[in-house]
């Protein structure tokens, strides 16, 4: 079975850092382009990063450009969202995601919560 296990969500105050972990199994995680996605109350969901497969291409949302890396580990089948700079705005629950040949396939979400 596919899962997307993520981690490493919290509370934290404005300006702070917060790095998100996403244990993939059940598929070539090598092979599969990953994402980041964040879905906050009243708000659209918002895709906020994509990683290629072997890491060799990024893309960001305009809202987190400069502030947030995504990362892999293919060895480690864990794709990583390192959060810097953090802005109330950016309180959501975070969701990664994985692009399978049959659809996109989703985790759970780990609650990232920015405020003093």
């Known amino acids: 079975q596919v899962q997307l296990v993520e981690s490493g969500g919290g509370l934290v105050q404005p300006g702070g850092s917060l790095r998100l972990s996403c244990a993939a199994s059940g598929f070539t995680f090598s092979s599969t382009a990953m994402n980041w996605y964040r879905q906050a109350p009243g708000k659209e969901r918002e895709l906020v990063a994509t990683i290629s497969s072997a890491g060799g291409r990024t893309n960001y949302a305009d809202s987190v450009k400069g502030r947030f890396t995504i990362s892999r580990d293919n060895a480690k089948n864990t794709v990583y969202l390192q959060m810097n700079s953090l802005k109330p705005e950016d309180t959501a629950v975070y969701i990664c995601?994985?692009?399978?040949?049959?659809?996109?396939?989703w985790g759970q979400g780990t609650q990232v919560t920015v405020s003093s």
């Open positions: 995601t994985a692009n399978l040949w049959t659809g996109r396939r």
